[in-house]
């Protein structure tokens, strides 16, 4: 098992899941859950208590892509070691002239999770996931629920097998 958790299959746990993650477990039916103080919800924090190291940690970043008027939505996968080259990668990939960090109120609103909890399981129907390389290679990743009580356990290869997940050098 990864850190100091007591970890349980997520299907059998909705109530530690955000609802649109609770409808979507299916697609990682191997993925496990684990209760967390909400206060330690951050990635820095959560690693310290519960002793997972960084590089089994994978943080979520939803972007807002915008060309021509028109805002996308994306999710960047990458370990909690490494940034999302957001301004490189993920703006070419998206095809977009700007790209930035989602303000937390549409964040939240648009995926109806918790800030904090963001997750790619889960996600509004077309929203591009990019998943770094290293966390498509990982035996296990520590993702968030979509509320900030808990954190999934995965294999990165699970990530790469959601719907328009794409695989990337998304790490600098």
Not at 5 to 20: F, G, I, N, V, Y
Not at 70 to 85: G, K
Request: negative net charge.
């Amino acid at each position: 098992m990864v850190g100091t958790l007591e970890w349980t299959p997520a299907a059998a746990r909705p109530d530690l899941l955000a609802d649109a993650v609770a409808a979507a477990v299916g697609a990682v039916p191997e993925g496990e859950v684990a209760e967390i103080d909400p206060e330690l919800a951050d990635t820095a924090a959560f690693c310290e208590r519960y002793e997972v190291p960084l590089e089994v940690s994978a943080n979520c970043v939803v972007v807002a892509a915008k060309r021509g008027g028109e805002v996308t939505y994306a999710a960047c996968m990458v370990l909690a070691t490494d940034r999302a080259d957001v301004n490189g990668v993920v703006r070419k990939h998206l095809g977009a002239r700007k790209v930035s960090f989602a303000p937390m109120a549409d964040a939240t609103a648009l995926t109806g999770m918790e800030y904090g909890g963001i997750t790619p399981v889960g996600l509004p129907d077309g929203w591009p996931v990019l998943v770094d390389e290293a966390v498509a290679a990982a035996p296990q990743v520590v993702i968030g629920s979509g509320l900030r009580r808990s954190k999934l356990l995965v294999p990165g290869k699970a990530l790469v097998s959601l719907p328009a997940a794409q695989v990337l050098a998304l790490a600098q």
